[in-house]
């Protein structure tokens, strides 16, 4: 039997973020006030499409690396990741796209917890949504412990190009199964701004030739 075909793909989020910030809106408008930027660069990868969007949370798993210089170190690899895709809030009308990262750093483990906030909305509201990431760092090995920093982590347009050319398909077994897990997983995690961005692409390819 066949293993499952899955999604793997590289998403870059960086931004404003303070340390001994509790509030991310504060951690970032601080942070950026004085210079202080946060960036996290995911490899995020869903072993099975079809569990992923069978199940509520769609669980998936994240690893990669944190520039942070506050704390002195840049390039901090992850030692455990979450990712969850429309994740239920107990709010109708909102799901939660949860990213987090646990990292050890001078013998002390820290864990970075962030959420964006997806409502029933129009695209240009989706944009927003699904590119703002309100992020909070703990000390210790999970969301459970103090907080000590915050901030807003945001992915812009080039960024989104370049997250969505990082997509491929894992396990298929021709290159038409590989790019329709690939445009079914888009079209469930962007919605309507995957039509765009493919529309954007083609157009943009047309022009080149």
């Excluded at 910030?21 to 210079?35: F, K, W």
């Excluded at 202080?36 to 490899?43: I, P, R, S, T, Y």
């Excluded at 997250?163 to 398909?169: E, P, Q």
């Amino acid at each position: 039997m066949a293993d499952p075909v899955g999604v793997t793909f590289r998403e870059k989020m960086a931004g404003g973020f303070l340390l001994g910030e509790t509030d991310p809106q504060s951690g970032a408008d601080r942070g950026h006030a004085e210079g202080d930027a946060l960036a996290m660069h995911a490899v995020i990868s869903i072993d099975d499409l079809d569990r992923f969007i069978r199940v509520p949370e769609h669980p998936g798993g994240l690893a990669g690396t944190l520039d942070y210089p506050p704390l002195g170190a840049a390039g901090m690899a992850s030692t455990s990741g979450v990712f969850n895709l429309f994740s239920p809030s107990g709010d109708p009308t909102m799901t939660y796209m949860v990213y987090e990262m646990g990292f050890r750093l001078d013998a002390k483990d820290y864990y970075l917890a962030g959420k964006k906030e997806v409502r029933q909305a129009a695209i240009t509201d989706m944009w927003k949504a699904t590119t703002t990431l309100y992020t909070q760092l703990h000390l210790g090995a999970d969301s459970s412990g103090p907080v000590i920093g915050a901030g807003i982590l945001t992915l812009g347009l080039l960024d989104l190009i370049k997250m969505v050319s990082t997509m491929h398909a894992t396990n298929a077994q021709s290159l038409e199964q590989g790019a329709a897990a690939v445009a079914r997983f888009g079209r469930f995690f962007l919605g309507e701004l995957w039509d765009t961005y493919v529309k954007h692409t083609k157009a943009r390819a047309q022009s080149a030739g």
